[in-house]
């Protein structure tokens, strides 16, 4: 069984950092898609970053400059390091996975990934 668990969220200021960790408790599969994306009260979700088993990663546009996706397979840990924090960015952060690149892609149009964490509050005040 799949599981992620995240941590690291909080309160900051604006201009603050903040380093969210994703810990996962097995993977069976050979490839992977995992990463992150937010949801603020009222808002649609909003990808932020993912990396893949070749260690390509991509930003949303809006996180771009400032966030930095990274990952330690030893300890089989996902990172979101986000610094320059901007009210903008308060949601809550859900770390995901899959074994496929739909969750990225269609996450506008309610896609999902096949696993999703339980989420960790990022609060940010100006």
């Known amino acids: 069984q799949v599981q992620l668990v995240e941590s690291g969220g909080g309160s900051v200021q604006s201009g603050g950092s903040l380093k969210l960790s994703c810990t996962v408790s097995?993977?069976?599969?050979?490839?992977?898609?995992m990463g992150w994306y937010r949801q603020a009260p009222g808002q649609e979700r909003e990808r932020v970053a993912y990396?893949?088993?070749?260690?390509?990663?991509a930003y949303g546009d809006s996180v771009k400059g400032r966030f930095t996706i990274s990952q330690d397979n030893a300890k089989k840990t996902l990172y979101l390091q986000m610094n320059q924090l901007k009210a903008e960015d308060t949601a809550m952060y859900y770390c995901v996975a899959d074994t496929t690149y739909s969750w990225w892609l269609l996450l506008h149009q309610g896609a999902v990934a096949r696993f999703r964490g339980q989420g960790t509050q990022v609060t940010v005040s100006s």
């Open positions: 097995e993977w069976p599969y050979n490839t992977y898609v």
């Open positions: 990396i893949d088993a070749g260690g390509s990663t």
